[in-house]
């Protein structure tokens, strides 16, 4: 069975709310975010889907390229190949579109791995976390973002999520000074009273004030620094693990199984995250996780505020390595109107989909009535 055809459409969401990192403004409420979809189809016509989401804030794959991408380059290096053999889909990717610094568009890639994933899924009878090796859990805690441009709005953010029925929360820091960031934090740890609460700097510290950062955010409680500094910086990291009294975990600058290597082999890293999106879809993120565990470090897992598709993928990987609570904020910020059944039911607790693939069904003629052109 051969991969035959491959198809992109692009969606544009709109932002329920603003979406603010150190990188800048991710999201504004009512403005449209886009969303590249794939539709795969393999001999037979079985059809799989996956998603890309262009966050040019965080990385450096926009709309444009990822379409382009896909459409001149990764989709003629594996059309005709076998669809069960990811290893070839990856090195054929790998040479359309060769790794750097990082796996090399990544997000691109990704959303072909999934799609392929789904659509061998749906032509064995099995779901994407069965072809992964497993399934340790069902049911998944996602976490609520306090993401604010003025932190005197963390109290009322972190009070929704608690209406919501969240029990985990995630503040992104590192775009109000340390003071600012550090009363954000206390803010949203009196709102939440004692629930969980982690924080993600998006690369947006130095390595003093993150070290002074750790020990106040220590007196709040907080259970996950994630991201304070930028770059593969095994120096840095190296101090903070050692130093810090709250778990370092590594997001953006984790970009492959070396990457993850050398960050263990420094003794830079507490916690290992996993995003389906960053390392290229399932296949990378697989052996990433296997690593880690072998490592004995910690599991998370984060996404990019994808639809309920990207959401129904970080499950399925989060079921075959028991990863919880899960930063996958989609249905936070965003709606999900083409599934016949939505995977989020609303508040902040989620169950794996069940049925072959990713277990979601797809509205295919609503896509492709909703989707919009892209200047190439």
Known sequence: MKIAAIE????????????????GVAGRPGTPSPRVLVRLEAEGGHVGWGEATPTPRWTYETTETIVSTILKYLAPA??????????????????????????????????IDVAAHDALGHALGLSVCALLG??????????????????????????????????????????????????????????IGDHALQVDANRGYRLASALRQS???????VTLFEQPLDGLNLFGYRRLVAES?????????????????EYVRADAIGVAVAKVQRNAGFHHSRRLCETAEAA?????????????????????????????????????????PFLARRVWQG?????????PGLGVEVDEKWIRANAVRVSL
């Open 8 to 23: 992109t459409f692009v969606i544009e969401f709109p932002f329920r709310t603003a979406f603010v990192l150190a990188g």
């Open 78 to 111: 594996v059309i005709g190949l076998d669809l069960w053999d990811f290893d070839a889909l990856h090195h054929a990717m790998e040479r359309a579109i060769a790794p750097g610094g990082t796996i090399g568009s990544p997000l691109a890639k990704s959303a």
């Open 134 to 191: 497993g399934r340790r859990r069902t049911r998944f805690d996602l976490s609520w973002m306090v993401s604010v441009a003025d932190p005197a709005d963390a109290t009322k953010q972190a009070r929704e999520g608690i209406d919501a029925g969240y029990t985990v929360f995630d503040v992104k820091i590192g775009m109000h000074g340390e003071r600012g960031d550090a009363a954000l934090v206390e803010a949203t740890r009196k709102a």
């Open 215 to 221: 020990r106040r955010f220590a007196g709040s409680g």
């Open 245 to 261: 009294p709250v778990e370092i975990g590594i997001d953006e600058t984790l970009r492959s199984v070396p990457d993850l290597i």
């Open 296 to 336: 004995g470090i910690g599991l998370s897992l984060s996404g990019l505020t994808e639809t309920d598709l990207g959401l129904a993928a970080g499950l399925h990987l989060a079921a075959a390595f028991d990863i919880n609570p899960l930063q996958l904020n989609g249905p936070q910020y965003i709606e999900t």
């Open 347 to 355: 508040g902040g607790s989620v169950e794996l989909p069940e049925g």
